[in-house]
């Protein structure tokens, strides 16, 4: 045995996540990924700040830092608002530190970036950072290149990371199953605190209920009440984004006592700005290659990337998707597709919504397991 095998064997006895790893060649890494300049692990510095993040609290430390700096005047974010007792989506300018802690947070409810946060951006006067779905930025980025104003409005784009998003009726779902008799829901926090995390409702009778996020993201995860459009899109870290900021699902994170979030700057002035907040100790990071970034998306970045297996799946269900990568596709990818695409299109019937509300959460999650399982094949 030779020294550099045993300490190869030595490093994986040390790391057994080790043994689990894909491998991240230049190929793939451009695929995913795109163009980059930097790879970084990071959390907000402020204990505050992270408090009631999703993750580590990038996204509202360095908006604060922008804001304070006076680089920008505000920063295009989303909030949830609950409407006649349902959570929904609202987008917002936010213009000081305590308008981004109230939009702090995941919310896995669909957008419609085109009709309400494209206007809100042209009417506010000064110069703005926004926050932005991969599609939604690419979006944004046609509509600045067609409007020499809006360019110069918008000094950068952070972009959050995407496996896909889901109907209100998947929100509506889960928050019917939390409330109690005589109670109206009066607020709703998706996924907070550690690791896999935990979401909260509010009611107007003064209680709480807290569950494991689980409660929603099996469901999520199944793509039961997916959006369609998602189905067609291969950008999972956001492509044209100046920053870029997501979960980590490392293993090796796992224990790790702070909730990082995973960074990839872009651009030049992203990169000029993150670098600026770390230096301010703003933001704590650690640069890290970009294959630990590929490896906390290990699944749902190449799933979501393989347009070919979703276009080939879709031809026995009836969907039409266009293949925009052509890969491909082994037989566990195409069946992995093919189980996205039927729940997608069972959760669009009424027979549909009411099997997958009636079916027990235990049979769900092994479904869940079977389909992770050959995702990791």
Request: aromatic letters at 10%.
């Given at each position: 045995?030779?020294?550099?095998?045993?300490?190869?064997?030595?490093?994986?006895?040390?790391?057994?996540?080790?043994?689990?790893?894909?491998?991240?060649?230049?190929?793939?890494?451009?695929?995913?990924?795109?163009?980059?300049?930097?790879?970084?692990?990071?959390?907000?510095?402020?204990?505050?700040?992270?408090?009631?993040?999703?993750?580590?609290?990038?996204?509202?430390?360095?908006?604060?830092?922008?804001?304070?700096?006076?680089?920008?005047?505000?920063?295009?974010?989303?909030?949830?608002?609950?409407?006649?007792?349902?959570v929904r989506p609202q987008f917002?300018?936010?213009?000081?530190?305590?308008?981004?802690?109230?939009?702090?947070?995941?919310?896995?409810?669909?957008?419609?970036?085109?009709?309400?946060?494209?206007?809100?951006?042209?009417?506010?006067?000064?110069?703005?950072?926004?926050?932005?779905?991969?599609?939604?930025?690419?979006?944004?980025?046609?509509a600045c290149e067609n409007d020499?104003?809006?360019?110069?409005?918008?000094?950068?784009?952070?972009?959050?990371?995407?496996?896909?998003?889901?109907?209100?009726?998947?929100?509506?779902?889960?928050?019917?199953?939390?409330?109690?008799?005589?109670?109206?829901?009066?607020?709703?926090?998706?996924?907070?605190?550690?690791?896999?995390?935990?979401?909260?409702?509010?009611?107007?009778?003064?209680?709480?209920?807290?569950?494991?996020?689980?409660?929603?993201?099996?469901?999520?995860?199944?793509?039961?009440?997916?959006?369609?459009?998602?189905?067609?899109?291969?950008?999972?870290?956001?492509?044209?984004?100046?920053?870029?900021?997501?979960?980590?699902?490392?293993?090796?994170?796992?224990?790790?006592?702070?909730?990082?979030?995973?960074?990839?700057?872009?651009?030049?002035?992203?990169?000029?700005?993150?670098?600026?907040?770390?230096?301010?100790?703003?933001?704590?990071?650690?640069?890290?290659?970009?294959?630990?970034?590929?490896?906390?998306?290990?699944?749902?970045?190449?799933?979501?990337?393989?347009?070919?297996?979703?276009?080939?799946?879709?031809?026995?269900?009836?969907?039409?998707?266009?293949?925009?990568?052509?890969?491909?596709?082994?037989?566990?990818?195409?069946?992995?597709?093919?189980?996205?695409?039927?729940?997608?299109?069972?959760?669009?019937?009424?027979?549909?919504?009411?099997?997958?509300?009636?079916?027990?959460?235990?049979?769900?999650?092994?479904?869940?397991?079977?389909?992770?399982?050959?995702?990791?094949?």
């Amino acid at each position: 045995m030779t020294p550099k095998t045993t300490e190869k064997m030595a490093d994986i006895l040390r790391n057994p996540s080790r043994m689990l790893r894909k491998q991240w060649g230049a190929e793939k890494v451009h695929k995913y990924i795109g163009n980059f300049k930097k790879s970084w692990f990071a959390y907000s510095s402020s204990e505050k700040v992270r408090e009631k993040a999703a993750s580590g609290g990038v996204i509202t430390a360095l908006l604060s830092y922008l804001l304070k700096e006076g680089e920008i005047d505000g920063a295009l974010v989303c909030r949830s608002v609950i409407v006649d007792g349902k959570v929904r989506p609202q987008f917002f300018i936010a213009e000081d530190e305590n308008a981004l802690l109230i939009a702090q947070g995941s919310k896995y409810i669909a957008v419609d970036f085109n009709q309400d946060a494209l206007p809100l951006i042209r009417e506010f006067k000064g110069r703005l950072a926004v926050v932005a779905l991969p599609c939604d930025t690419t979006h944004l980025r046609h509509a600045c290149e067609n409007d020499p104003q809006l360019k110069e409005k918008v000094s950068q784009v952070i972009t959050l990371f995407c496996g896909h998003n889901s109907r209100p009726e998947l929100t509506d779902l889960v928050t019917r199953k939390l409330t109690k008799r005589n109670a109206t829901l009066t607020g709703f926090h998706y996924r907070q605190g550690h690791w896999r995390g935990s979401l909260r409702a509010e009611f107007d009778n003064g209680k709480q209920v807290e569950k494991p996020f689980s409660n929603f993201s099996v469901y999520q995860n199944l793509y039961f009440y997916c959006q369609q459009k998602c189905h067609h899109c291969n950008d999972h870290t956001g492509y044209h984004g100046d920053i870029s900021v997501g979960d980590i699902w490392s293993l090796r994170m796992k224990e790790n006592p702070i909730k990082h979030n995973a960074v990839i700057t872009r651009t030049p002035v992203g990169a000029a700005t993150f670098q600026r907040a770390v230096d301010a100790d703003v933001i704590t990071a650690s640069p890290e290659r970009i294959d630990e970034i590929c490896e906390g998306q290990a699944r749902s970045m190449p799933f979501h990337y393989n347009t070919s297996a979703r276009a080939k799946a879709g031809k026995l269900l009836g969907i039409k998707i266009k293949d925009t990568v052509y890969e491909r596709v082994r037989w566990n990818e195409f069946l992995v597709a093919w189980i996205v695409l039927f729940n997608e299109k069972l959760s669009r019937s009424s027979g549909g919504q009411k099997l997958i509300r009636r079916t027990p959460r235990f049979l769900l999650k092994l479904y869940l397991y079977l389909m992770k399982g050959l995702e990791s094949i």
